[in-house]
């Protein structure tokens, strides 16, 4: 059976998750991963969120009854809200537990943080024991970002899924900031070294240079070899989500919703010739 493959909010720019649920079908996909942004907080992308931090149970249902009037269902949250070693960041983070739970996902996307000096690891563990814990009371795995801090790399990831050694806390992996975020790193070997961890995936093309914001239409950069990347996944049992995650070129023009969508369904196409449907 095919891993479920789904589409980040974000990849939709400006015209964010209402525009994702409405479009996602055309595409040929049935699933998303929504954004739950932090309350007052511009979004990078420039979308109106449908849910934050501060969102209610009726502010849930609400969406809930989106998605069903257009037959999509969640793969995931995305809860990525800022640094956990900093306790006001943990309890924003316990607040979209909260909403992704009632929503019905299994798995979140968040940040795992940042330390300074060695000296406050300790600090920032107990913290992301804190959010494992709360997540496993949700029913809710907590898969960290491919981001900077603690999991940059393969070593990092590698590092905290060990000392962390919690069933609730495992990796987000994405193959574009594998190498926007690392000068000397190999998307394949990357993987290789924490597959057993992988919960989440993101799918995100790029020309694998450093600091090169170029995250268009899968199979357009062509830096990534998504058709390795599925069979080390497969390899591993990994049922998914898939997540593609396109967030464009540094210094485009904005894109028209048809030019968002069209990346997304080209996307979806060049994976189906990779065999992620089969």
Excluded at 105 to 117: D, S, T
Excluded at 166 to 177: K, S
Aim: charge should be negative; charged fraction near 25%; hydrophobic fraction near 35%.
């Amino acid at each position: 059976m095919a891993a479920l493959v789904s589409c980040l909010t974000n990849s939709y720019g400006r015209f964010g998750p209402i525009a994702a649920i409405e479009h996602i079908h055309d595409a040929g996909l049935s699933h998303l991963e929504l954004n739950i942004k932090n309350h007052g907080v511009p979004s990078f992308f420039k979308e109106t969120p449908l849910l934050t931090n501060a969102s209610t149970a009726d502010n849930v249902e609400q969406v809930k009854d989106l998605l069903k009037k257009h037959h999509v269902k969640l793969s995931s949250c995305n809860i990525t809200s800022g640094n956990p070693l900093d306790p006001e960041i943990v309890s924003i983070t316990k607040q979209k537990l909260d909403l992704a739970h009632l929503l019905g996902v299994k798995l979140v996307v968040g940040g795992a943080g940042e330390i300074e000096q060695e000296s406050q690891r300790e600090d920032l563990y107990k913290n992301l024991r804190e959010i494992g814990d709360y997540s496993a009371s949700k029913g809710i795995t907590y898969c960290f970002e491919t981001h900077p801090g603690i999991c940059v790399n393969a070593a990092g990831m590698l590092r905290a899924m060990q000392d962390l050694d919690h069933p609730h806390l495992r990796l987000n992996f994405d193959t574009g900031n594998i190498n926007y975020y690392n000068k000397h790193a190999n998307v394949l070997e990357s993987l290789h070294e924490v597959v057993h961890y992988v919960k989440h995936v993101h799918l995100k093309d790029s020309y694998c240079k450093y600091k090169d914001w170029n995250f268009t239409t899968l199979g357009e950069a062509g830096g990534v070899d998504f058709l390795k990347v599925r069979f080390i996944l497969e390899d591993h049992n990994f049922e998914g989500p898939y997540s593609l995650e396109i967030e464009g070129i540094e210094g485009e023009p904005e894109l028209t919703l048809e030019e968002h969508h069209n990346r997304v369904k080209q996307s979806v196409l060049y994976l189906r010739e990779c065999g992620f449907f089969e």
